[in-house]
């Protein structure tokens, strides 16, 4: 089974810095997403990991470590279209084409 | 373009009274999911399609069935809606070849149950 952590709500300040951390106990790993999801809309895909270390795309960069079972998304230069929930999810390499999905982190951005 | 499309998006129906879900893509992927998202909650996975190949998730009530009739179409049926089956039905698509097996969302379909 999957048990995937991530805190609830983040507030931070348009231009600011956010990051999100993901923990996660699972049977097997074989590649983490981050998908953002904005209230009533569909998830859409923002970054995978499957090797430790960082990726970057543009604002948002997304970081993991398998050996600790840690991911975060980094979001920079906050916009107030960056308010939405972001979900975290796992994929097991016994059936690795089903994700787990955290229950995500709702971030508030203020201006 | 949409790439994957829900009908309907909206869905009032009352308590027992069968419910069908569709669900289309542009994309021919082979791997097709059906999740079940209720406020403020993970999305969970209720079955999914690898081909035409059916995966039930072993939590999944039997009240939920589904359908996949062609690449392009799957359908999610609610034999006796209750209460508790009030949430956002999402479906998902993704192929079984390439890096990262990202998933595809539709927008959802939003059911509530009166």
Request: contains cysteine; charged residues 20%.
């Amino acid at each position: 089974g999957q048990n995937i952590d991530q805190p609830t709500e983040m507030t931070a300040t348009e231009g600011a810095i956010v990051q999100i951390n993901c923990t996660y106990q699972t049977s097997g790993f074989n590649g983490l997403f981050w998908y953002q999801q904005h209230a009533g809309e569909a998830p859409t895909f923002l970054s995978y990991n499957v090797l430790d270390g960082l990726e970057e795309k543009g604002r948002f960069s997304s970081f993991l470590s398998r050996s600790k079972g840690y991911s975060y998304l980094l979001l920079k230069e906050l916009q107030m279209k960056d308010s939405a929930s972001y979900l975290c999810a796992v994929r097991d390499n016994k059936n690795d084409y089903k994700l787990s999905f955290g229950a995500g982190t709702t971030v508030t951005v203020r201006a | 373009d949409a790439m994957v499309i829900q009908n309907p998006r909206y869905q009032v129906t009352q308590f027992g009274k069968p419910v069908t879900l569709s669900c289309s893509q542009t994309l021919n992927h082979n791997v097709m999911y059906w999740y079940q998202q209720k406020s403020s909650q993970a999305p969970k996975l209720l079955f999914h399609y690898y081909d035409k190949d059916f995966n039930n998730e072993a939590d999944t009530p039997d009240n939920f069935q589904s359908r996949r009739p062609n690449t392009s179409f799957c359908f999610l049926d609610i034999r006796s809606p209750g209460l508790g089956d009030a949430a956002m039905y999402l479906c998902a698509t993704s192929r079984d070849r390439g890096r990262t097996y990202e998933q595809y969302f539709g927008p959802g379909t939003r059911l509530t149950v009166t």
